[in-house]
């Protein structure tokens, strides 16, 4: 049974840093062969892919969050990181891992995780 788990939200001031983690399970050793993002969904606000990072280990953001956003995955620990650097109140969100590969219809989401950023 496949299983995303979110960790590594919370309250963090307007400038301050955070990673989020998500620990993916059920995949056994062929989480490499997904594609995987983080995308996230603020107050009153629709849903916006965030971030992606392709089984070739491609990294993309989207503009509004380059230079201080990092996506990596540990294909070895099944697990995806956000590094969130200088961050900003309209970063606050919910966020959620997804992994995916579209060309087997695979599409996997995690419950999300809370990010609130306010002085």
């Known amino acids: 049974q496949v299983q995303l788990v979110e960790s590594g939200g919370g309250l963090v001031q307007p400038g301050g840093s955070l990673r989020l983690s998500c620990a993916a399970s059920?995949?056994?050793?062929?989480?490499?062969?997904?594609?995987v993002a983080w995308n996230r969904q603020g107050p009153g606000k629709q849903r916006e892919l965030v971030a992606t990072i392709s089984r070739d280990n491609i990294p993309t953001y989207v503009d509004s969050v380059k230079g201080r956003f990092t996506i990596a995955r540990d294909n070895a620990k099944n697990t995806i990181y956000l590094q969130m650097n200088s961050l900003k109140p309209e970063d606050t969100a919910v966020y959620y891992c997804?992994?995916?590969?579209?060309?087997?219809?695979?599409?996997?989401w995690g419950k999300g995780t809370l990010v609130t950023v306010s002085s």
């Open positions: 997804n992994v995916y590969r579209v060309s087997y219809g695979m599409d996997y």
């Open positions: 059920g995949f056994g050793s062929i989480f490499d062969i997904y594609d």
